[in-house]
């Protein structure tokens, strides 16, 4: 079975500046090759080659001008490949341009998020038009699947739900003899050995709610004073440049200098290890969360979770195990409250930690990921559908 996936070309892939949407494709590929032949097509770059083999997977890349130049090169290379499958992930417009030209082919589109399916980027005509090209549609919650079947209710039929997974080889538990050597010499390097470290991870963007958390922080201190907010990420993917949100956050954070530190943006090859030193994770995101990789990636490094019940947030953290699930109405009381209760309590930290593995283990691993999608494309070679 070949299959061919199509990115959206707006970042290098694989790379370690590229955004979530690589990421995914990438461990999703290098899991399915096990499999099927996969080929996966971006955009060129000055320090990758036009074509090459990694893990297993074959990597094809196209100039991209912009995004008509950009299809229309894939397309092109799609000739050429003659795939069983066309997925194209996150760009609803690549495959009604693709099903016109490659028309015996099974496409798929694969959603993310809910951006690339709202105005002001497409409006509902158009969107319908497009879902209508895709075979399947596959997202990465109930709650994306519930978001898409009530904008497009004659899509709902082929709208699949798959969540996503974690490298647990890479996300290690922070309990593990291991894991606390690399702990120790990162909070060494950080000044921080006897301090307990909140973490953040992700993008500096309002609906991921950063201002929630230092506002909370102005709490916790004052039960907490050796609490340390640790902010890793930037407002940009791969950037270091400042939006006018950050630099409020920057203001907001340097009133409590001692309690709160900001990590510019980081390739995502370094990321576990920040993992490593956290007592908590906080998710303060706002509506709109489709799944939140920072949540598997934090529950398979033995970590507890406070996260807002945001969006397909709370198809990952069951609340009162893994960790707690906040109301958005409840985000001033309850953020310091049960971020206070977890920094009070080293066992019941472990306890959430360890259990947080075991879900990981069970329902979130990049393995079982891209068993549950060659099965779906298997089942639909056999059937053949088409819309």
Not at 55 to 73: A, W
Not at 142 to 171: E, N, R, W
Request: with cysteine; net charge positive.
């Amino acid at each position: 079975m070949k299959i061919a996936i199509v990115t959206p070309g707006s970042f290098p892939i694989p790379s370690g500046k590229s955004s979530s949407v690589e990421q995914v494709v990438q461990k999703t590929a290098e899991q399915l090759v096990k499999q099927a032949r996969v080929c996966v097509l971006g955009r060129s770059t000055s320090f990758q080659a036009i074509r090459e083999n990694r893990n297993g997977v074959s990597y094809i890349r196209v100039r991209r001008q912009n995004s008509s130049t950009y299809i229309s090169q894939i397309s092109k290379q799609l000739a050429r490949l003659k795939p069983a499958f066309i997925q194209v992930d996150n760009r609803p417009r690549f495959v009604r341009y693709l099903r016109k030209r490659h028309p015996r082919a099974i496409l798929g589109l694969v959603l993310h998020s809910t951006f690339f399916i709202s105005r002001p980027h497409i409006g509902s005509k158009e969107l319908k038009a497009c879902l209508r090209a895709a075979h399947v549609i596959i997202v990465n919650s109930d709650f994306l699947k519930q978001f898409l079947a009530q904008k497009v209710p004659s899509a709902a039929h082929k709208i699949v739900t798959q969540h996503l997974g974690v490298d647990v080889a890479k996300f290690t538990s922070r309990w593990s003899e291991e894991s606390q050597e690399t702990r120790l010499e990162l909070l060494r390097k950080l000044g921080y050995e006897n301090r307990k470290i909140i973490l953040f991870v992700g993008r500096l963007i309002p609906k991921k709610g950063v201002h929630h958390l230092l506002n909370a922080m102005r709490v916790i201190i004052e039960s907490e004073p050796n609490a340390v907010l640790i902010i890793v990420g930037g407002a940009f993917y791969g950037s270091g440049r400042l939006s006018k949100y950050v630099k409020n956050l920057y203001k907001l954070g340097n009133k409590m200098p001692q309690n709160v530190r900001f990590i510019p943006y980081i390739s995502h090859p370094d990321i576990p290890k920040w993992f490593q030193i956290a007592d908590v994770v906080a998710v303060p995101s706002g509506e709109g969360e489709a799944f939140g990789l920072v949540n598997v990636e934090a529950m398979a490094s033995g970590v507890p979770v406070v996260a807002a019940r945001s969006g397909g947030i709370q198809e990952v953290i069951k609340d009162g195990t893994v960790g707690y699930l906040i109301e958005a109405s409840r985000m001033n009381e309850d953020l310091p409250r049960y971020i206070l209760r977890l920094l009070g309590d080293a066992e019941l930290q472990r306890a959430m930690g360890e259990q947080g593995i075991q879900r990981v283990h069970q329902c979130f691993t990049w393995e079982r990921a891209a068993e549950m999608r060659y099965e779906l494309y298997r089942k639909m070679k056999v059937e053949r559908p088409f819309s």
